[in-house]
């Protein structure tokens, strides 16, 4: 085959293919027009991006408008039942289900008290005596208001929760390390693992004001907790595993139907509006003890204030 | 060495380019007999293609509801038997099945499943737990495009679920405009079967507004 030959058949071929190609053009051009002709503008339009007014509602069935919780964190050993050890962490927390406001009392834990059947006696020492029931009514002698509900923990049972929680933030008001204990939380916004969670609820040495800086700090824990959990609730089973946690790491007779539900109820309250307040007092002795003589005025007035609605009026 | 056939495929239109050709003609065709709704089906959108039941559901024995709702459990905290899973699942597609088709394609307020405290407090949210903002009040009623619900379940025993959150995706529209409805359902089981106690729902799109969110999930309901 001469080269003429081969350059005329590869001209042949490239003039068809120009040709198919016009035609293929020319063709979609006609199914383009027909299809605008023809479509009839289609009743559902998906567009690549909109603007679109999304209207919330939320509501959650409960049969009590206020519930007043009773947390404990009992420094129990592994193995030994919670409610036969001392309250480390004493916190009477109100929450207001209609309106989602809540308030927290902290009591610091060598507040010196009538204990109902016992004299006076610091207040943890209570959980000794009687567990949980005879925790509820020293502590609801304090402050004027009967809880609802008493959970206690112990500190394996915190950082079980927060490790199913992946975690929590908190906002610490001080750069704290304990001498007792390894750990450190820095001023400001932290995120907390569960060993690190349990330092920042149980140091006290380096703060200003001791226990009533712990007891506030561990406020602070509750409300970075609820933060925490409203953040992930729309991933699906974060609130099924947080709630069969609770049942696990906690002692309470609430049935887990009951729990279910109040966990869900609880979750409504914001945690921009739980407000916490400490129930000040001064320090002394009693039996060569170091205890805290409570401001029961003080106490009894946050209990009335918030007994109904979950707010402080006159604040702490 | 080039194969003999190479220069007569070599002067043939490509195979791809056919395919474009077959598929351009099809699509006219397609476009002539189906019309709008064949937009969506191919611009891949699935969310159309109602089905009746999630696989291996019998039809409901109570009667045929209206809408379908597929309903999975994809979470389990704690130990749920199969049994009972299905037992669960089964009782919550009936259950979330009646509510939709009532409140959403019926624009009613019954709340059936509900306990009495969640319907009060439904009915003040009404914008949003039913379709009455969908479409003109008398107009054609809504129509439930797709559905699906996933359900988390707290089971602290194999076989005592105790209490369970439906997370809810309906696609509805009315009078040519779609709404979706997203959020849980909180449910327990009561003396009267499970009930919903609690609600978080979100609507996007009602009042004439297109929503350009699209399903992702194959799985997915409709008006029967």
């Given at each position: 085959m001469t080269a003429s030959t081969r350059t005329s058949r590869l001209d042949a071929r490239r003039g068809r293919g120009r040709a198919y190609r016009w035609r293929r053009t020319a063709l979609l051009a006609v199914v383009l027009a027909v299809a605008a002709l023809v479509v009839?503008?289609?009743?559902l339009r998906s567009t690549p991006a909109s603007l679109v007014k999304v209207d919330r509602a939320d509501g959650v069935d409960h049969d009590r408008r206020m519930v007043w919780v009773l947390v404990l964190g009992s420094?129990?050993?592994?193995?030994?039942?919670?409610?036969r050890s001392r309250a480390d962490a004493i916190q009477m927390v109100g929450l207001n289900l209609e309106t989602g406001r809540g308030v927290m009392i902290g009591v610091p834990r060598d507040s010196y008290v009538p204990i109902p059947g016992r004299g006076?006696?610091?207040?943890?020492?209570a959980m000794t005596y009687g567990g949980p029931p005879l925790m509820a009514r020293a502590v609801g002698d304090l402050v004027g208001v009967r809880p609802d509900y008493v959970f206690t923990t112990t500190f394996e049972g915190l950082q079980s929760m927060v490790y199913t929680a992946g975690g929590v933030v908190v906002q610490s008001r001080f750069d704290i390390t304990d001498p007792k204990m390894p750990g450190h939380v820095r001023q400001g916004r932290n995120r907390l693992d569960a060993r690190e969670a349990l330092f920042f609820s149980r140091a006290r040495y380096a703060l200003p004001r001791g226990d009533f800086d712990r007891s506030a700090n561990q406020q602070a824990l509750l409300r970075g907790t609820l933060a925490t959990v409203r953040s992930r609730?729309?991933?699906?089973g974060f609130f099924e595993r947080g709630v069969l946690s609770v049942l696990r790491n906690t002692n309470t007779d609430l049935s887990p139907v009951e729990l279910y539900r109040l966990a869900r109820a609880v979750t409504k309250v914001r945690p921009d509006r739980l407000r916490g307040c400490v129930i000040g007092g001064s320090f002394g002795t009693a039996g060569g003890a170091s205890i805290v003589i409570p401001d029961v005025s003080t106490a009894r007035r946050l209990g009335n204030e918030a007994r109904n609605d979950g707010t402080f009026e006159r604040g702490c | 060495m080039r194969s003999p056939h190479a220069s007569d495929d070599a002067s043939r239109p490509p195979a791809r380019s056919r395919r474009t050709l077959v598929v351009a003609l099809v699509a006219v065709v397609v476009l002539l007999l189906g019309g709008g709704a064949a937009v969506l089906a191919l611009s891949g959108d699935e969310e159309d293609a109602p089905t009746a039941t999630e696989p291996g559901e019998p039809a409901d024995e109570k009667g045929d509801p209206g809408v379908a709702v597929p309903t999975r459990?994809?979470?389990?905290a704690g130990k749920l038997h199969p049994a009972a899973e299905r037992r669960l699942a089964k009782q919550l597609r009936v259950l979330l099945e009646e509510y939709v088709e009532d409140a959403y394609v019926g624009r009613g307020k019954a709340f059936p499943g509900f306990t009495d405290k969640a319907r009060r407090l439904a009915r003040r949210d009404a914008d949003v737990?039913?379709?009455?903002?969908?479409?003109?009040?008398?107009?054609e009623p809504p129509v439930l495009r797709s559905g699906r619900v996933r359900v988390a379940v707290l089971s602290p025993r194999p076989r005592q679920p105790v209490g369970a959150t439906a997370a809810v995706r309906l696609v509805l529209t009315a009078d040519g405009s779609r709404s979706t409805v997203t959020g849980q359902l909180h449910l327990t089981p009561t003396r009267r079967g499970w009930q919903v106690f609690g609600y978080e729902l979100a609507m996007s799109g009602a009042g004439g507004r297109v929503d350009a969110s699209t399903e992702k999930d194959g799985t997915s309901g409709g008006n029967r």
């Amino acid at each position: 085959m001469t080269a003429s030959t081969r350059t005329s058949r590869l001209d042949a071929r490239r003039g068809r293919g120009r040709a198919y190609r016009w035609r293929r053009t020319a063709l979609l051009a006609v199914v383009l027009a027909v299809a605008a002709l023809v479509v009839p503008d289609p009743s559902l339009r998906s567009t690549p991006a909109s603007l679109v007014k999304v209207d919330r509602a939320d509501g959650v069935d409960h049969d009590r408008r206020m519930v007043w919780v009773l947390v404990l964190g009992s420094d129990a050993r592994p193995g030994d039942p919670p409610w036969r050890s001392r309250a480390d962490a004493i916190q009477m927390v109100g929450l207001n289900l209609e309106t989602g406001r809540g308030v927290m009392i902290g009591v610091p834990r060598d507040s010196y008290v009538p204990i109902p059947g016992r004299g006076s006696d610091k207040i943890n020492a209570a959980m000794t005596y009687g567990g949980p029931p005879l925790m509820a009514r020293a502590v609801g002698d304090l402050v004027g208001v009967r809880p609802d509900y008493v959970f206690t923990t112990t500190f394996e049972g915190l950082q079980s929760m927060v490790y199913t929680a992946g975690g929590v933030v908190v906002q610490s008001r001080f750069d704290i390390t304990d001498p007792k204990m390894p750990g450190h939380v820095r001023q400001g916004r932290n995120r907390l693992d569960a060993r690190e969670a349990l330092f920042f609820s149980r140091a006290r040495y380096a703060l200003p004001r001791g226990d009533f800086d712990r007891s506030a700090n561990q406020q602070a824990l509750l409300r970075g907790t609820l933060a925490t959990v409203r953040s992930r609730l729309d991933r699906p089973g974060f609130f099924e595993r947080g709630v069969l946690s609770v049942l696990r790491n906690t002692n309470t007779d609430l049935s887990p139907v009951e729990l279910y539900r109040l966990a869900r109820a609880v979750t409504k309250v914001r945690p921009d509006r739980l407000r916490g307040c400490v129930i000040g007092g001064s320090f002394g002795t009693a039996g060569g003890a170091s205890i805290v003589i409570p401001d029961v005025s003080t106490a009894r007035r946050l209990g009335n204030e918030a007994r109904n609605d979950g707010t402080f009026e006159r604040g702490c | 060495m080039r194969s003999p056939h190479a220069s007569d495929d070599a002067s043939r239109p490509p195979a791809r380019s056919r395919r474009t050709l077959v598929v351009a003609l099809v699509a006219v065709v397609v476009l002539l007999l189906g019309g709008g709704a064949a937009v969506l089906a191919l611009s891949g959108d699935e969310e159309d293609a109602p089905t009746a039941t999630e696989p291996g559901e019998p039809a409901d024995e109570k009667g045929d509801p209206g809408v379908a709702v597929p309903t999975r459990v994809v979470r389990v905290a704690g130990k749920l038997h199969p049994a009972a899973e299905r037992r669960l699942a089964k009782q919550l597609r009936v259950l979330l099945e009646e509510y939709v088709e009532d409140a959403y394609v019926g624009r009613g307020k019954a709340f059936p499943g509900f306990t009495d405290k969640a319907r009060r407090l439904a009915r003040r949210d009404a914008d949003v737990t039913t379709g009455r903002r969908l479409g003109a009040g008398d107009g054609e009623p809504p129509v439930l495009r797709s559905g699906r619900v996933r359900v988390a379940v707290l089971s602290p025993r194999p076989r005592q679920p105790v209490g369970a959150t439906a997370a809810v995706r309906l696609v509805l529209t009315a009078d040519g405009s779609r709404s979706t409805v997203t959020g849980q359902l909180h449910l327990t089981p009561t003396r009267r079967g499970w009930q919903v106690f609690g609600y978080e729902l979100a609507m996007s799109g009602a009042g004439g507004r297109v929503d350009a969110s699209t399903e992702k999930d194959g799985t997915s309901g409709g008006n029967r």
